[in-house]
């Protein structure tokens, strides 16, 4: 899959671009990054008839690649099916990938099992967005902490075992007294921020918080978030942060990948994003964020209208066109090419779209580093 279109040179170094989703959105040397995608694909079989064969696939991640830079933190956005959940249980490794691979600081993961996987899981840990249900309701805040640290042999003895929970469950802005207590004694917002704790019990070098303020109340939401920030500084994280929610994103974030049903479409830094955003998805997403400053409101919002189409029947094409203003008869009959539409830029889509004027330019006739299908 993917033949070679274009190749070009950004810093010295030979950029191989690919038509198809074989292009991996980043534009600095491999060893920058902690956490490489390449290529990934997440199927789920539909079984039926007598025999149980396979009659169709969920296409839930459909040829994915993008990196993490480390000690950065980058963001994936996009609506409630878009497959941003299922690329991060890719990269933990909780679900097997249909193809493609997985790159841990240099190595890759993707076949690792058991032993072998043993160390990575100790640097790759994760915060879920529900406290309630992430938490074992049977074992005390202590017992939650000490344990992955015995597992992982990152303590020797029982002493030092304890002198860690107590460290981090300060660190966390808790007190030692919470350490004898069942997680049913504390408030969400307590709970949220012994899982963070329970994360870095291990010192992971990356961490994958998947919507972790979604069940918080909103003053909570905000402490956790400074709380995040704060501990990405202390223990030198880099963080995978999925969110549907762009405010949250845009303050926590140092990039940012946007995902429509399965696709990257668009992925750029933060002020790129929500400055200048080219694909017309997520400009539509941008438009939908309320503004409490009537000054700053849009009248001419753009209002995505019908759902995302089926991951079991993909659109032709483009993926978007369905609920894309800007569809052209070429959008139905061409897969759009991954285009660096600027440095660091990247979007999937035929044009290069004033939003202003709604004038749309072939994305290919911009500038010299984009790509001609
Ligand atoms: Fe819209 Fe066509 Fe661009 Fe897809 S390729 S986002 S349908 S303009």
């Known amino acids: 899959m993917g033949r070679m279109s274009v190749v070009r040179r950004l810093n010295g170094a030979l950029i191989l ?8 959105a980043m534009s600095t040397r491999a060893d920058d990054y902690l956490v490489e995608v390449k290529d990934v694909y997440e199927w789920f079989p539909i079984k039926g008839g007598l025999l149980g064969r396979t009659i169709a696939h969920v296409k839930a991640v459909d040829g994915v690649s993008f990196g993490i830079r480390k000690g950065e933190t980058m963001g994936l956005v996009g609506e409630s099916g878009s497959g941003k959940t299922t690329i991060g249980r890719c990269i933990m490794k909780l679900l097997p990938v249909t193809k493609g691979n997985v790159i841990y600081d240099g190595t890759d993961i993707t076949k690792f099992k058991g032993q072998k996987f043993r160390p990575f899981r100790r640097r790759m840990q994760m915060v879920f967005q529900d406290p309630y249900a992430s938490l074992d309701p049977r074992q005390t805040v202590r017992s939650i902490l000490t344990e992955p640290m015995k597992i992982h042999h990152t303590v020797r ?3 030092e075992a304890n002198a860690a929970a107590e460290k981090l ?10 350490l004898s207590r069942f997680p049913h004694e504390f408030s969400g917002g307590q709970r949220q921020r012994i899982a963070v704790a329970r994360a870095l019990a291990v010192n992971p070098d990356f961490v994958l918080l998947d919507e972790p303020t ?3 109340d909103v003053s909570v939401q905000a402490q956790i978030l400074n709380l995040l920030k704060k ?6 994280l880099t963080y995978l942060f999925i969110s549907h929610n762009l405010s949250v994103i845009r303050h926590m974030c140092d990039r940012v990948a946007v995902m429509y049903l399965g696709r990257i479409v668009e992925i750029a830094d933060i002020s790129t994003i929500f400055n ?15 503004n409490i400053d009537p000054r700053k409101r849009k ?3 753009e209002i995505l209208e019908g759902d995302v189409p089926s991951p079991v029947n993909i659109p032709s094409g483009c993926r978007f066109r369905t609920r894309c203003a800007y569809a052209t008869p070429k959008c139905q009959e061409q897969f759009p090419p991954l285009v660096e539409i600027e440095p660091h830029h990247w979007i999937e889509c035929h044009y290069d779209i004033d939003f202003k004027t709604a004038r749309p330019t072939l994305s290919s006739e911009k500038g010299s580093s984009t790509i001609t299908p």
């Open 157 to 159: 003895t029982k002493q």
């Open 231 to 236: 501990l990405q500084g202390e223990y030198n």
């Open 169 to 178: 469950i300060d660190t966390v802005g808790l007190n030692p007294d919470h």
């Open 17 to 24: 671009a690919m038509e198809s989703s074989t292009v991996t």
């Open 214 to 216: 979604s069940s918080l």
């Open 299 to 301: 009248m001419d919002a």
């Open 276 to 290: 200048n955003p080219k694909h017309p998805y997520t400009n539509a997403l941008l438009s939908s964020v309320p």
